[in-house]
């Protein structure tokens, strides 16, 4: 069987290094390969935006099966593309059609989604440049802090949280009328600050069955102790040490079963990964957000969690049959600490040589924003590697990857110390 996986960062990595392991007779191809998926995946040169290039790759390279890493190629409708090409009627695809991908690609539809089924979340206004006094007054007439949401995807750094009116209605203006996350921010949903702690959980869905995978914690603001601003993630723990039964059964009652029902009662067609952003209220948890894909960096902690064959899951899963699996997973904590380019979010430098890869012990490295550089692996991205580790206890699994995160060097690398503080 030939696999497409279309993506390149350190999530796609952990994708194409655990199907590498299966049992199944598998050739990997990746678009735009980076060094360390090269060690386990074949590259394809791909815009994964063209969707007629993508046509074009299937057919060339015979893929049965694609896996779509990143929001953007869901959002834009490239599984509906394959499911209705008739030249690529054998082809399965694990992601949603463009009508489910509008969780994550519209916070206001994945907001009125949950309030038509009763889903817990924060409570919430939207506005557009046309309200904007409205959403002054709005804030005018609220009590701080104040969560604003860019409406659209922004690359995990759409979410701004203020203390004061002031900064609220400054930022307010900046998204609607400066667009300062482009296109996502031409609609703002302000919502309630919920306090509490956060955590992310992960959903294979085929349709009509569901398997809940490993439970994850990640880390998104660039300073330790969570200051500073949003990043795509700066690190992950899994398990979260704080989910006992009740409140796994909780949430799986109150929010995970209303959200696969809700889907099928709409007939949305729906096959893939849906990842549910949560936050423990004192132990009522409710919904923050909805992605419609793996995370990152939480997939390269729960991947390699998972004991069954990979692809055993996906074939399953593109077959609607995910019922008959048993999912088995390693109780064992696994930590992913995130190397970053200096100056990330915001600008950085790239190209810089990376030392000391080849020194890592006892720990999987998943690469990002690498690249070649003639023979040197050199910096190509904000986040540049996930130094992943695994141990009984999570300061076990904490400790490996620090100690070899110190043998590992590039210009300005940065990374925060205090992952898995809060647990």
Do not use: W
């Not at 735009?32 to 935006?49: E, F, R």
């Not at 104040?146 to 203006?173: C, H, M, Q, S, Y």
């Amino acid at each position: 069987m030939n696999v497409l996986i279309i993506g390149n960062g350190a999530r796609e990595h952990a994708f194409a290094k655990k199907i590498n392991m299966s049992k199944h007779d598998v050739d990997i191809y990746v678009s735009n390969a980076n060094p360390g998926i090269l060690k386990v995946a074949k590259s394809v040169d791909l815009d994964i935006t063209n969707f007629n290039a993508i046509k074009d790759c299937i057919v060339d390279l015979k893929i049965s099966l694609v896996i779509v890493g990143p929001e953007i190629p869901l959002i834009n409708g490239i599984c509906d593309f394959i499911n209705n090409d008739k030249l690529l009627s054998n082809v399965k695809v694990i992601g949603p059609s463009k009508a489910g991908s509008k969780l994550e690609g519209s916070k206001q539809f994945a907001k009125n989604f949950m309030k038509k089924h009763n889903i817990p979340t924060a409570s919430y206004m939207c506005f557009d440049k046309s309200t904007l006094d409205q959403g002054i007054k709005f804030i005018n007439n609220s009590n701080p802090p104040f969560v604003l949401k860019a409406d659209g995807p922004a690359a995990g750094k759409g979410v701004i949280i203020v203390d004061t009116r002031d900064e609220a209605i400054f930022n307010l203006k900046d998204m609607l009328v400066n667009l300062k996350f482009g296109k996502a921010s031409q609609k703002v949903i302000i919502e309630e600050f919920l306090s509490g702690i956060e955590m992310s959980c992960f959903v294979l869905f085929d349709g009509a069955n569901y398997k809940i995978m490993p439970y994850a914690k990640d880390y998104k603001r660039i300073g330790e102790g969570d200051k500073g601003l949003n990043t795509g993630g700066m690190g992950s723990i899994s398990p979260v040490n704080f989910l006992d039964k009740e409140l796994k059964d909780k949430i799986e009652q109150e929010i995970i079963k209303p959200t696969i029902n809700g889907i099928i009662k709409e007939k949305i067609n729906y096959t893939g990964f849906i990842f549910i952003g949560l936050i423990n209220v004192d132990r009522q948890p409710k919904v923050i957000e909805y992605n419609v894909r793996m995370g990152d960096p939480e997939t390269q902690v729960v991947l390699p969690r998972i004991k069954n064959d990979f692809m055993d899951l996906l074939i399953s899963c593109s077959n609607q049959d995910l019922d008959k699996i048993d999912l088995k997973i390693d109780s064992n904590y696994y930590a992913n600490v995130v190397l970053a380019s200096e100056g990330y979010p915001e600008e950085y430098k790239k190209g810089l040589e990376i030392s000391g890869l080849n020194e890592v012990e006892d720990s999987i490295i998943f690469h990002a924003g690498t690249t070649l550089d003639k023979d040197k692996i050199v910096t190509n991205g904000g986040r540049v590697l996930s130094v992943v580790s695994s141990s009984k206890t999570m300061n076990g699994a904490l400790i490996k990857s620090y100690k070899n995160i110190d043998k590992i060097d590039f210009k300005g690398k940065v990374f925060r110390k205090d992952i898995g503080f809060d647990l």
